[in-house]
Antibody, heavy 117, light 109 residues
Framework: EAQLLESGGGLVQPGGSLRLCCAV?????????MSWVRQAPGKGLEWVSG????????SYADSVKGRFTVSRDNSRNTLCLQMNSLRAEDTAIYYC??????????WGQGTLVTVSS | QSALTQPRSVSASPGQSVTISCTGT?????????VSWNQQHPGKAPKLMIF???RRPSGVPDRFSGSKSGNTASLTISGLQAEDEADYYC?????????FGGGTKLTVL
């Protein structure tokens, strides 16, 4: 059974940093792109960042560009998101998801990031 | 990277059909046959219901169907059931990223 398990969420002060990771099992990982998608409390889904299967291509939403860095380790089936200079508006549940061009077919359960003083 | 436009809410009775629209631009919905629809129940992770505009993943009932015309994609749910009550999000590939719609709350009356 496919499982995507996010970790690393928590409470952080504005301006702080946090590193999220997503461990993938029971699913083919390395050929596929992966995404991070977030959902602020009571709001909709927002695509945050993506990385190609070969790690050569990364992309970011304008709202996080220059502050967040996505990476993956195909030998460990792990996806990570380094988040720096965090702001209150970054407060959200962060999901990892396997990304096909035509849709995100497997999702984790999410990890909550709260940015507050 | 503006969000795709969806109606905030739709409603219908059990057994009826409902269609949710998703409007983008020629840079996203209109430019690629890579539109998906995700269902999300409260407190749960999203679930893929439609990908590549009109394809259903294994296990998704054929009551769910998708289509696209120009810059607008649509999700149709026929024979509505109580468990279909959820939030629905469209998503489109944009060439180097993805963009989601604002979400539509489906109420089964």
């Amino acid at each position: 059974e496919a499982q995507l398990l996010e970790s690393g969420g928590g409470l952080v002060q504005p301006g702080g940093s946090l590193r999220l990771c997503c461990a993938v099992s029971g699913l083919t990982f390395s050929p596929y792109a992966m995404s991070w998608v977030r959902q602020a409390p009571g709001k909709g889904l927002e695509w945050v960042s993506g990385i190609s299967g070969d790690t050569k291509t990364t992309s970011y939403a304008d709202s996080v560009k220059g502050r967040f860095t996505v990476s993956r380790d195909n030998s460990r089936n792990t996806l990570c998101l380094q988040m720096n200079s965090l702001r209150a508006e970054d407060t959200a549940i962060y999901y990892c998801a396997r990304a096909l061009y035509g849709g995100h077919d497997h999702w984790g359960q999410g990890t909550l990031v709260t940015v507050s003083s | 990277q503006s969000a795709l436009t969806q109606p905030r809410s739709v409603s219908a009775s059990p057994g009826q059909s409902v269609t949710i629209s998703c409007t983008g631009t020629s840079s996203d919905v209109g430019g690629y046959d890579y539109v998906s629809w995700n269902q999300q129940h409260p407190g749960k992770a999203p679930k893929l219901m439609i990908f590549d505009v009109s394809r259903r993943p294994s296990g998704v009932p054929d009551r769910f169907s998708g289509s696209k015309s120009g810059n607008t994609a649509s999700l149709t749910i026929s024979g509505l059931q109580a468990e279909d009550e959820a939030d629905y999000y469209c998503c489109s590939y944009t060439g180097n990223s993805w963009v989601f719609g604002g979400g539509t709350k489906l109420t089964v009356l």
